[in-house]
């Protein structure tokens, strides 16, 4: 038998799937992605046509948690690197997880900051 947690892990990782078959980064409008673990909140933003990571904020350097006041300011940081980049669009991968809570403060923030998504 199947444990919760491993179904839960399988689900998120078919709703991972779904979602990237639409979704590509390019360089003119990248794709950020975002982590969530139990600790801490990543994002990145990735040119899926070269496969580069153009740049990339946690909340582990930063001194945070993983709470939903950590990914707001997780995601502000990161709005604002890609901005100083002269990266404007940008396509949101949510990488799986429900647009609710910790994903939604993240992408709320960035938004805020000026990122079009």
Not at 31 to 38: G, Q
Not at 59 to 69: A, D, F, M, R
Request: glycine share 8%; charged share 30%; hydrophobic share 40%.
């Amino acid at each position: 038998m199947k444990s919760a947690a491993k179904e839960k892990r399988i689900a998120r990782q078919r709703r991972h799937l779904r979602v990237r078959k639409k979704i590509k980064g390019t360089a003119e409008r990248p794709r950020i992605a975002v982590f969530r673990s139990l600790n801490h909140i990543y994002g990145q933003v990735i040119d899926d046509a070269t496969g580069k990571t153009l740049l990339s904020v946690s909340s582990l350097g930063q001194g945070l948690k993983g709470n939903v006041e950590a990914a707001k300011t997780v995601g502000k940081i990161l709005a604002e690197r890609a901005l100083k980049a002269n990266i404007k669009q940008v396509v949101f991968d949510r990488n799986g997880y429900l647009y609710h809570g910790r994903i939604k403060a993240f992408a709320e923030s960035a938004r805020e900051v000026g990122l079009i998504f």
